[in-house]
């Protein structure tokens, strides 16, 4: 699971394998040790109608409903959104990139644009 975060706006983009462990699990964190402290960033499944999002104690928690959870491993749809309070919120799948990189790809979903 990968964090993006500009100005207002928080985006997480999962890989096949994160979407399976999410779906089997409700839950799926990752950590970023930067020595004299951790952030934790996480996504939960939760029964409310929206995503949300909570920032407590170095862990950002991003709440996903289930029904949402569901929908986006069943079928083709790429992720969700929501604003509330100037907060925006993005889950995503990951698409291997169009460009060349170094990063390991091999997990990502297929880019809808990539010509065949």
Not at 48 to 60: G, P, V, W
Not at 84 to 106: M, P
Request: aromatic fraction near 10%; charge should be negative; glycine fraction near 4%.
């Amino acid at each position: 699971m990968k964090i993006r975060i500009k100005g207002n706006s928080l985006r997480y983009r999962l890989t096949k394998t994160d979407i399976a462990k999410f779906s089997a699990d409700r839950y799926l964190e990752e950590t970023i040790d930067f020595g004299t402290q951790v952030l934790t960033y996480a996504l939960q499944q939760n029964r409310l109608n929206n995503l949300s999002a909570l920032f407590e104690n170095n862990k950002i928690t991003v709440f996903m409903p289930e029904m949402m959870a569901r929908e986006w491993q069943e079928s083709n749809r790429v992720g969700f959104d929501y604003s509330e309070n100037g907060l925006h919120l993005l889950i995503e799948k990951d698409f291997k990139c169009l460009d060349n990189v170094a990063e390991d790809q091999s997990d990502n979903y297929p880019n809808p644009l990539v010509k065949v």
